[in-house]
């Protein structure tokens, strides 16, 4: 298993190991020695009975500096060898690393299908929101990430109106607005500012020589940036590098906030209700909600309690909103995240509307395609056609004052 | 599952769920599973469940109840819950390949 994930991580693109389109490796391009000597010497290792003689049989028909195009047609006759037809799937995909092509691809496919069909009923299908909203009674808020041509908020309603429940929609959070009114008028300038400064590593910075913060870093435990800040930091996870788009998505108003002057429900008292009485509550709000925490708190108290009704449903709409704009702890300890793509869209009225529809980029590119070929026809029809016996100029004349 | 969801999160850099997350969501999914099949015994559909003593509905926690029910339920929420592009396919393969080790 370490052979298998060790190489599979070095293939570029290897999470996209599912999609037949594309290669891991270019197949007109050479493999590289080194790794070709590495990986000899790994699979020697490996599989001492086989590997060894496998890896001599290529090399010495190939040569050490094979094309990987060669190499796929190779190592597919060599399956069929005697001397190695009776490998088993893993072997062989093992040996495969030697020769990453799609063949090796659908070697991983047939052995996915292998072992989780022995298991349970395996389909690679992605399920539907409906279906996922009705798979048990969530009693945990739902995050819902989807794509961003899709209207959640008629989707949503279109399968609360199907299962014949209640849905309340809360699309403004007052602190969030609060803080991005408070930010405007530059309360919290200083303390951006603290933070700001926060980020050096001070420690390191308070060091005097090179030398010095070098052997601190070894000794200590903890690693520390030599210079500068997190932002300067390439190895720095995208979630850390997030001040400066928060601080720009705060400047956006919301602009629900002008229809109504008067003071708003809580929306943590509104959810309440709804996990009372059993209807479901769409929070789908321009800036990732503040009050997050404290419904959760809520829920789980009444989860304790009991008092959640099965019908219950409460989803957060996460549409638009970056990686580092939604809290981790939310999606790590709090919440039952669903992603929505084009592979697992809904079918229930309302999702296909007009506007969905237009924004859908598949359905862009076919019109894109649609306008190029009439202008096509178009610039072909207005050409003067030349027939023959030459009366052919009047009528083209014709045509395009037509 | 989890141990594979763990791996995913560690080569994807993706936030997956806490191990007391998952065994909260193993639960509510278990919970409606077997309220599926209490239904289906007391509506008089034998299929999958086996309604004994005519008293309380009984369901058959046997392989069969994971292997169609449970397994595959649980499975398609975690597939779900990453992305679909990259992360859902690779922990496809992190599964399978835990379950060859089996």
Known sequence: MSFFFQQLLLLQGFQDWRKTELDFVEMDTAIPKKRLTELTKALDKLYPAFGKKFTEKLEADLGQAFLYKDASLYIFKLFKDPTFKGLSLVQEICLG???????????????????????????????????????????????????????????????????????????????????????????NIRVDNIIRSNLLDQTAVAMQSREQRYQRLQTMATSYLKTGNICSDKAATLSKLNFIQNSQRQQFDNPDKSISEAREEDPVRVIERSARTGSWVLVS?????????????????????????????LVFDLQGYAQNDISDAFLFDHAVSFHLTEQNTEEFQGYDDIWSTILDERVLIKLGDKIEALRAKLVEDSKPKMPEDGSGVEEASSQSSA | MFLSLKVLSKIMNEVTYSCKMFKQILQQI?????????????????????????????????????????????????????????????????????????
């Open chain 1, 97 to 187: 690393f030697l020769c990453p092509d799609h063949e090796f691809k659908s070697k991983l496919t047939q052995f996915v299908y292998q072992q989780l069909s022995e298991v349970f009923d395996f389909s690679e299908e992605y399920s539907r929101l409906h279906q996922f909203l009705s798979r048990a009674s969530w009693k945990h808020p739902i995050a819902l990430l989807s794509v961003s041509h899709v209207n959640m908020i008629n989707t949503l309603a279109s399968i609360a109106q199907h299962y014949g429940v209640g849905l309340d929609v809360i699309r403004t959070d007052q602190e969030a607005d609060k803080i991005a009114a408070e930010q405007r008028r530059g309360v």
């Open chain 1, 285 to 313: 709000t321009i800036r990732f909600p503040q009050f997050w925490k404290r419904v959760c708190n809520k829920l789980e108290q009444m989860r304790q309690e009991d008092k959640i009704d099965d019908q219950f449903r």
């Open chain 2, 30 to 102: 278990l919970k409606q599973v077997i309220r599926a099949l209490a239904q289906d015994a007391v509506d008089g559909k034998p299929k999958k469940s086996t309604s004994k003593g005519g008293g309380k509905p009984q369901v058959d926690i046997d392989l069969r109840f994971f292997q169609k029910n449970l397994i595959p339920k649980l499975h398609k929420t975690l597939v779900t819950s990453v992305r679909q592009d990259s992360s859902a396919p690779l922990f496809n393969l992190i599964f399978g390949m835990r379950v060859a080790l089996l």
